[in-house]
């Protein structure tokens, strides 16, 4: 993970979160999800940011990612 994260961070020149990282890992180059919980966990993911924009800027700034 981390060795994939610092590709990522020298191809896009910019941090990447652990949420979004987690949803690389997860899902095909086609943007569907690797499994059903994959999924499920992707979507709940999506509904709490969506419900609260305090989260999205928490996981940026997050220590762990």
Known sequence: MARRREEE???HGMHIS?????????RRND???IHDKARAIGEAIADIESQDESTKELSQHDSLA
């Open 31 to 33: 943007g569907s999800y």
């Open 18 to 26: 652990r949420r979004e990282m987690w949803t690389m890992v997860h």
């Open 9 to 11: 961070v020298r191809k």
